[in-house]
């Protein structure tokens, strides 16, 4: 890297490492500028080595084509001598394994030989939950091998890297429950749309994006939830103003209720407005202020019949005749849907009626539609 090695390179470099967390292909930039500031051909960071029934998670930028890369996590990590390092302690290749060695290895000659590479430097990092990286720079043959210089910014690396890592995990942790819990809501064919203090909408999921779309009650104007009726516009809009102004003030605010008519003279839309109240160390600046979920009274809920064999014993006759019964259809059009007579279908609800300990079919659907079988 010679005079490039600088205070100011060194400062951009820490700088892309703790934003690659939130970059959408994690430590893209870093490794993009890295790979310059180590003078090399290639620099990778593996975060999931690849194994039995899994390819992993590699990270790269180099000037070697895509397919050896791919060769690389698909046959050749096994014979990458780079296994086993001290933690946070930079080594490179030659250290490992002497030259004469190296050349005569199958690693050598069927990886980097092919696409030009000689020289390699490595360093592993584990952060205090338990995951773990793998920093590699590699450069061609004909240049020079990585030395203490290269070695020291490696080290220097590390604790930042750890870090880096610790809010990489958090991240994801986040992120996995927050998918969780939202498709848990689609489920509930429950609409849900987050607004800022402001009242321009941030994000919604896809049941609230296609009642928009239809816009028929509900629209979206210039970022803004509006209705189309100008009363019950102005009311949402009042809402909106009371629960951003007590999260600013961080007032308690109640949860208010909303009826949107339907032009189309489809049953009234019903609106739950729920305040999100901000966290010890949040800001409303960056934070939603509200919460809409939306209900859609004619949509109807869907159970799959495999849940309901397990949750409660049925056999798949008698599941099937639940799962439409949970949807809203009658004995009768359950009947007809699944090509049996109306005397079977009341057999299996007799049946069904034995194994859950319910009498009554609304009774049936409450059980169901308040069990995990709604998730399923």
Same mark, same amino acid.
């Given at each position: 890297m010679g005079a490039q090695r600088n205070t100011t390179d060194f400062e951009e470099i820490l700088g892309l490492v703790y934003q690659g967390p939130i970059e959408p292909v994690p430590w893209h930039s870093f490794l993009d500028r890295f790979r310059d500031v180590m003078e090399a051909m290639t620099v990778g960071l593996i975060l =999931?080595?690849?194994?039995?029934?899994?390819?992993?998670?590699?990270?790269?930028?180099?000037?070697?084509? &895509?397919?050896? %890369? *791919? @060769?690389?996590?698909? =046959?050749?990590?096994? !014979?990458?001598?780079?296994?086993?390092?001290?933690?946070?302690? &930079?080594?490179?290749? $030659?250290?490992?394994? &002497?030259? #004469?060695? !190296?050349? /005569?290895? #199958?690693?050598? *000659? =069927?990886?980097?030989? &092919?696409?030009?590479?000689?020289?390699?430097? @490595?360093?592993? +990092? %584990?952060?205090?939950?338990?995951?773990? @990286?793998?920093? %590699?720079?590699?450069?061609?043959?004909?240049? /020079?091998?990585?030395? #203490?210089?290269?070695?020291? +910014?490696? /080290? /220097? !690396?590390?604790?930042?890297?750890?870090?880096?890592? $610790?809010?990489?995990?958090?991240?994801?942790? *986040?992120?996995?429950?927050?998918? !969780?819990?939202?498709?848990? +809501?689609?489920?509930?064919?429950?609409?849900t749309i987050l607004l800022d203090s402001s009242g321009h909408v941030l994000k919604m999921n896809r049941i609230a994006e296609s009642l928009l779309h239809e816009r028929d009650g509900l629209v979206l104007h210039e970022g803004r939830l509006r209705t189309e009726d100008r009363e019950s516009s102005q009311q949402l809009q009042r809402l909106i103003d009371s629960a951003a102004a007590a999260q600013r003030t961080r007032r308690p605010s109640v949860v208010a209720a909303l009826r949107v008519e339907r032009p189309s003279g489809k049953r009234h839309i019903a609106l739950l407005l729920r305040p999100v109240p901000l966290g010890r160390w949040s800001d409303e600046r960056t934070c939603p202020a509200l919460a809409i979920f939306v209900g859609r009274p004619e949509e109807r809920p869907e159970v799959a019949p495999e849940v309901l064999e397990n949750l409660f014993s049925l056999t798949p006759a008698e599941a099937a005749v639940a799962s439409l019964l949970a949807e809203g259809l009658s004995v009768e059009e359950s009947a007809a849907a699944l090509g049996i007579s109306v005397h079977t279908a009341r057999a299996h609800l007799r049946a069904i009626f034995s194994k859950t300990g319910v009498s009554r079919q609304t009774e049936l659907v409450l059980l169901i539609l308040g069990s995990a079988a709604k998730l399923g």
């Open positions: =999931r080595p690849p194994s039995e029934g899994d390819r992993g998670l590699l990270l790269n930028e180099s000037d070697i084509s &895509p397919a050896w %890369r *791919t @060769a690389y996590r698909d =046959r050749y990590f096994a !014979l990458d001598p780079f296994v086993d390092l001290p933690l946070g302690e &930079p080594v490179t290749l $030659q250290e490992l394994v &002497p030259v #004469e060695e !190296l050349l /005569r290895s #199958e690693f050598y *000659t =069927r990886y980097m030989e &092919p696409m030009g590479a000689l020289y390699a430097l @490595a360093v592993d +990092v %584990r952060e205090p939950g338990g995951l773990e @990286a793998r920093l %590699r720079a590699a450069r061609p043959k004909g240049s /020079r091998d990585f030395g #203490e210089e290269e070695k020291a +910014v490696f /080290r /220097r !690396l590390v604790p930042h890297l750890e870090r880096a890592l $610790q809010i990489h995990g958090k991240l994801c942790q *986040t992120e996995s429950e927050r998918d !969780l819990y939202a498709n848990a +809501v689609d489920q509930f064919s429950v609409g």
